[in-house]
C-alpha cells in the first residue's frame, strides 16, 4: 500500500506534565476511504484536524462503525507495539458484523505503523505512560433510511496518554441489574460504539453510587457476570483463577488473552467458565474471595477493592492492590516497554 504523507506546519502544543487520558492529539492522523468501484483507496496521512461529514451522513443516524484501541511504546530510542496483530484481526470481525467492508490486515498494520512512526516524539517516556491509538471506521453514506452504506472512511488519531484511572490504585465497580448492555446474537463482542452507548446509563449511575464503572450481568437471566464497562473481569477464588468464558456477549479483549497467558506461565489456575454474581457474593462471604481485577488496553490491570451489588458493598481482601494483580501489571507494562525477555513474541518494533 502507498501512502501519502502530507507533514503539518502548525504543530499541536505538546501537554505540559501528566498527559492525562484522550485530551491532547499529536499532529497527523491516517485517512482512507472506499467506495464499490475503487474499494479502499487513497490512503493517507494528513495534518490532525476536523473530518468534514455531511449532515445526513449514515454513522450520524445509524451508528455504523466499529474502533479499536491499541498502544505504542518507547524504550530509548526504540518504538514497540503490543500483539497489533490481534487488533488488526478483531477489527475485521467488529466490521464484519456491522457490515463494513473488510481492511486488508497487512495495511492496517502498515498505516499504524507509518503513522506512529511519524509521530513518535509524542510519545511519553514516563512510566505508565503510552501513545493511544485510536483506529476506526466509519459509514458515510448521505442517505436518510436504514441499509447498508456503500462508502466508508477509515482513519488513525493518536493521543499521549498516562494511567487510564489516574494511577494503579484500586477502583471500586457496582454491579449493574437492572441496564444490559448486550445478549448473544447481538454485537457485545463486536468492538462498536453502540455498545458503550448502551452502556452510559448504567455508568452514569455507578458514579453516583460513588464507583468507577458498572459491571454487567448476561441480559437473560441477570445472573452470570459478563464484562465492566471499560475492562474484562478476573477474580481470583481459593487460588484459582476464574474469568467468564468467552461469548457473543463478551469482548474479546487481547489484554484478556495476554493475563491468561501469564497467570498460566506463573503457574496458576486459569478457569474460563460462566461465574454467577452469587458465587462472588459467597465466596466474598466465606472468605475465598482474594482478588478482583479488570483488564483492557487502557486499564492495563486495575484491581478492584469493592462491588456494589443491590446497595451494599462487597469487600474485596484487604482494600489494597492484590499481589497478583500488582504482578500482573508490572510484568506486563514492562514486556510492553521493551524491557525483559518477550518470550511469547507479543512486541513488534516499529
Known sequence: MTIKITKTT??????????????????????????????????????????????????????????????????????????????AARSNYSNSRTCIPLFPEEDYL?????????????????????????????ATDRFIGVAISKTYTFCIICCPASAYFGSFAPVAIRVEDEYVRAVRGGTGR?????????????????????????????????????????????????????????????????????????????????????????EVVAAAENGTLQEVFGTGTAVVVSPVNRLRYKGQDITVGDGAAGEISRKLYDTLTALQRGEGEDKFGWRVEI
Open 190 to 278: 463486536a468492538k462498536t460504539g453502540g455498545n458503550y452507548a448502551a452502556s452510559m446509563a448504567a455508568l452514569a449511575k455507578a458514579q453516583a453510587d460513588g464507583c468507577a464503572q458498572a459491571m454487567w450481568l448476561d441480559g437473560v437471566e441477570r445472573k452470570y457476570i459478563e464484562e465492566v464497562g471499560t475492562m474484562n473481569i478476573f477474580f481470583k477464588i481459593a487460588n484459582k483463577i476464574v474469568t467468564p468464558a468467552l461469548n457473543e456477549s463478551i469482548l474479546s479483549g487481547i489484554t484478556r488473552d495476554s493475563i491468561i497467558t501469564l497467570c498460566k506461565d506463573f503457574g496458576l489456575t486459569v478457569e474460563e467458565r460462566p461465574v454467577t454474581i452469587d
Open 10 to 87: 502548525a504543530p499541536n502544543p505538546k501537554p505540559e506534565g501528566s498527559p492525562g487520558f484522550g485530551r491532547n492529539f499529536t499532529d497527523h492522523m491516517f485517512l482512507m476511504d472506499y467506495n464499490e468501484e475503487k474499494g479502499w483507496h487513497d490512503a493517507r496521512i494528513v495534518p490532525y484536524g476536523d473530518i468534514p461529514l455531511a449532515p445526513a451522513s449514515a454513522v450520524l443516524h445509524y451508528g455504523q462503525e466499529t474502533f479499536e484501541g491499541m498502544k505504542a511504546y518507547a524504550s530509548g530510542d526504540k518504538v514497540f507495539l503490543f500483539r497489533p496483530q490481534m487488533n
Open 110 to 138: 502498515q498505516a499504524v505503523k507509518t503513522l506512529v512512526k511519524l509521530d513518535s516524539d509524542w510519545i511519553p517516556r514516563e512510566k505508565d505512560s503510552s501513545l493511544y491509538i485510536r483506529p476506526f471506521f466509519m
